[in-house]
């Protein structure tokens, strides 16, 4: 399978732990990027990464959540004392980062429930 | 900054008709690339098809087209030929130099058999 791959696919937890995602992306592409998205709403953006460089971070991206991609492959998202509002659907996409026709390619999330 | 519009929550279509998903799109900058995906009840986001702001022709992709309106800043997402798997949601979405996309809410599309 030479798709985006996130584990784990369901996470379950308490408020006030931490929990951590992977995503592995599709080989050759250099651009990934993490998105959020709950019940009945689109994706929205949280952070995005050009090799090894974190490039952007949304406002929603609270000091609680940590991005990192530390050899330029898989990425990792830690959130921190969990909280009931963190409950979603963690989404993980990668690119080529071509400026024109640069179509990301999703994998297929991971959903946060935090009790 | 950018926003994407979808003003309809819920659309239905008979198998085998063509149906049209709206989406308006709101930019001052002068390069974008507008996309669609669908996303089905199992949750993963499926690309559909790319329209770059200088494209001359509307993009098609099988029985996708987009029929892209610069002026009125509408590209409108058509589905010919309707199949019962194509009841998804459907997201619009946009974005510029390969940074991150912007989407719409979505519009939930039934396929009536």
């Known amino acids: 399978d030479t798709g985006v791959s996130q584990d784990p696919r369901h996470k379950i937890t308490k408020r006030g732990q931490n929990v951590t995602f992977r995503c592995d992306p599709i080989?050759?592409?250099?651009?990934l990027y993490w998105y959020r998205q709950t019940l009945g709403q689109g994706p929205e953006f949280l952070t995005y990464f050009q090799n090894e460089a974190q490039l952007e971070k949304s406002r929603l991206l609270s000091d609680r959540f940590s991005a990192e991609r530390p050899k330029g492959s898989f990425s990792t998202l830690e959130i921190q004392r969990t909280e009931q509002g963190d409950s979603a659907m963690y989404l993980c996409?990668?690119?080529?980062?071509?400026?024109?026709?640069?179509?990301?390619?999703f994998g297929p999330g991971t959903r946060l429930t935090v009790l | 900054a950018q926003k994407i519009t979808q003003t309809q929550p819920g659309m239905f279509v008979q198998e085998k008709e063509a149906v049209t998903l709206d989406c308006t799109y709101d930019t001052s900058d002068p390069s974008y690339g507008l996309f669609w995906y669908k996303q089905p009840s199992s949750g993963e986001m499926i690309f559909l098809i790319y329209?770059?702001?200088?494209?001359?022709q509307n993009a098609t992709e099988g029985r996708y087209s987009l029929n892209f309106q610069k002026a009125r800043k509408s590209a409108n997402l058509v589905i010919s030929a309707s199949q019962l798997g194509d009841s998804a949601m459907y997201f619009c979405a946009m974005s510029r130099s390969a940074r991150q996309l912007t989407f719409g809410s979505g519009t939930q599309l039934t396929v009536l058999p």
């Open positions: 329209q770059g702001s200088y494209d001359q």
């Open positions: 996409a990668s690119s080529t980062g071509l400026a024109e026709h640069n179509e990301q390619f």
């Open positions: 080989s050759e592409h250099n651009r």
